[in-house]
């Protein structure tokens, strides 16, 4: 049920950003969600694409300072009160949230989300009949 | 192994004995040889027989990198032009050059020092030594391989640069010594581990660093990194080239050549000398050579000086590792800050490899600002961005500490500061100032 995501350090410098879809474009390797974190001087990017194993060496060769983080990805309806029923889960399980990033896809809505122990919530979601998508369902929708 | 025992394991008095009578000699050869000499000496009010014991020396003119380039190309030899050999010239960044003479006898001298250098690591010759210095005007390249050539070792002139081929070479002709500058020998290492050789198939074990200033830090990075024993080789063009002074085996000091070199320490401000132990200026006579001696050359080096013997043996004064040139402090809203105690620093943060970069600019405010880019190690990158600028803030306080002023750090990507196949270029200083 964990997702794995990339997360590249990025100075703040102009094109950087374009020259990583460029490279993973090339190489047919297609992004399903990413969100930049930033500062001043430097973000992260943060990415999930298909074919991580790949994209990891491919941007590791171009000298991209890049790491795997687990991840999980939770489903529901694209309706008032649908993420509260999950943080709610989330809150009563003590568990805390690094970051996350969610984006709707008509009726239903998907959340990525960082936990400090993503196996430990991943079990306690699926325990109270929340839908995780795997890997490949993300890449298909 | 001790090269030249007699010269290296003298006792003092008779070292100091055998000084006074070189220098003796050399200041009679400028005073008749050579007219800029001869006026400083002059100017001065007096003769060489003024000059009766080495303790003599402080009575004699300094000469400056100024000194040499009033009298380029030429005009400090003092031996005719049929009797040079060979030229070499200093790695100068602006206008002309400083040029130096060299006779046969300085030569001799030259492979006599650099054979004590090398066998003062334990290269002898069963060793295969690849020399990735410059060679060409520089007296890194030729410097070193005559040495080699000297004591029998083998020598692979490859010169720096080509990286690829020198990895390959390397592991092909089974080099056991490396002797390059310390900034290439860190880029080599880099290659090393990114190249299809297992460091397992390698025979290296010996590193020749020097033709810059390098730190403790440094030292133990590129000792890990490559998996040798890392010796500094001190040399200056202007006195003879790589060979002026060496490490041993102790890692514990500089030792100085000095029945050919003698050393002193005086303050950079007054030309004082300054008493044993003091950190300052280091000023070097040359009292062998025949093409261009120097007498009291300022390096512009700052160390000090330590007279005792050594585990080694060696009674050959020592001199610490160099802590900058003059000319490479910066006046940073007032602070003195050397590049070599950013370096140390640096080197001491295991999240961080050992690249930087300082930049020095001035606002039109007239107030300094005060950059230092790093390099994370990509293992230490991390995910969640409260980490990453706590790792930023931690550096940033540590140099601090140690420099007495902020820097404004940066965290840049990886081998994104340029890596040098020469002497590294860590500062830019873009403020005009006079």
């Not at chain 1, 430990?120 to 890997?135: D, M, R, S």
């Not at chain 2, 006579?285 to 160390?303: A, E, V």
């Not at chain 2, 050992?354 to 600002?369: A, F, G, K, Q, S």
Request: charged share 25%; with cysteine.
């Amino acid at each position: 049920m964990l997702i794995k995501q990339l997360s590249i350090f990025l100075e703040n410098k102009k094109g950087r950003f374009n020259e990583i879809t460029e490279t993973l474009g090339k190489e047919n390797i297609n992004m399903t969600a990413f969100t930049v974190s930033e500062n001043s001087d430097f973000g992260i990017l943060r990415l999930i694409v298909s074919k991580p194993e790949n994209a990891l060496k491919l941007l590791k060769k171009n000298n991209y300072a890049v790491n795997v983080t687990n991840v999980i990805c939770v489903q529901m309806p694209n309706t008032p009160g649908a993420l509260a029923k999950i943080m709610n889960v989330i809150n009563k399980a003590e568990i805390s949230i690094e970051y996350m990033y969610a984006f709707s896809t008509g009726k239903t809505a998907l959340c990525i989300i960082r936990p400090d122990n993503p196996e430990k919530t991943a079990e306690i979601l699926q325990e109270n009949k929340i839908v995780l998508l795997t890997e490949n369902e993300l890449f298909d929708i | 192994m001790i090269w030249n025992e007699n010269a290296e394991c003298m006792s003092r008095d008779k070292m100091r004995e055998l000084q006074g009578i070189r220098l003796k000699r050399t200041v009679e050869k400028v005073y008749q040889n050579c007219v800029p000499y001869r006026q400083q000496m002059t100017e001065k009010g007096i003769t060489p027989n003024d000059i009766k014991s080495i303790e003599d020396i402080a009575k004699l003119p300094f000469t400056s990198k100024k000194d040499l380039r009033d009298n380029y190309p030429f005009g400090l030899l003092c031996c005719q032009m049929s009797n040079v050999v060979r030229i070499h010239a200093s790695s100068g960044t602006t206008g002309k050059p400083i040029v130096v003479g060299y006779t046969r006898n300085d030569l001799n001298i030259w492979n006599e020092v650099g054979a004590r250098c090398f066998s003062a690591y334990g290269i002898n010759r069963n060793d295969t030594v690849q020399v990735s210095y410059g060679y060409g005007l520089f007296t890194g390249g030729l410097g070193a391989h005559s040495a080699v050539e000297t004591f029998g070792g083998t020598v692979i002139p490859i010169s720096s640069g080509n990286t690829e081929k020198q990895i390959m070479l390397m592991h092909d002709l089974k080099t056991t010594a490396l002797a390059c500058t310390p900034s290439y020998a860190l880029y080599l290492a880099e290659a090393l581990e990114q190249s299809p050789y297992n460091r397992k198939e390698f025979k290296l074990k010996t590193g020749v660093f020097g033709a810059e200033p390098w730190t403790e830090g440094m030292r133990k990075e590129l000792e890990d990194k490559l998996q040798i024993k890392a010796y500094d080789i001190y040399g200056l063009t202007e006195i003879i080239g790589p060979g002026v002074g060496h490490e041993c085996r102790c890692q514990n000091g500089t030792h100085i050549c000095e029945d050919h070199f003698y050393p002193e320490i005086v303050d950079p401000e007054t030309g004082n000398p300054l008493p044993e132990g003091q950190t300052g200026e280091l000023v070097f006579s040359t009292i062998t050579k025949s093409g261009m001696p120097l007498l009291r050359f300022r390096t512009r080096d700052l160390t000090k000086l330590n007279y005792k013997k050594c585990d080694c043996g060696r009674t050959s004064v020592r001199m610490e590792k160099i802590l900058g040139r003059c000319d490479d402090m910066l006046i940073i809203r007032g602070v003195n800050v050397f590049p070599s105690q950013i370096e140390t620093v640096i080197c001491e943060i295991p999240e961080l490899e050992p690249h930087y970069l300082i930049t020095v600019d001035r606002e039109t405010n007239n107030l300094d600002t005060f950059e230092v880019k790093v390099e994370v190690k990509e293992n230490h990158y991390c995910d969640e961005m409260g980490k990453m600028l706590e790792l930023k803030k931690h550096i940033a306080h540590k140099l601090q500490n140690v420099l007495g002023i902020l820097p404004n750090l940066k965290l840049v990507e990886p081998k994104s500061i340029q890596r040098s196949q020469g002497k590294a270029k860590r500062v830019v200083d873009n403020r005009k100032l006079k």
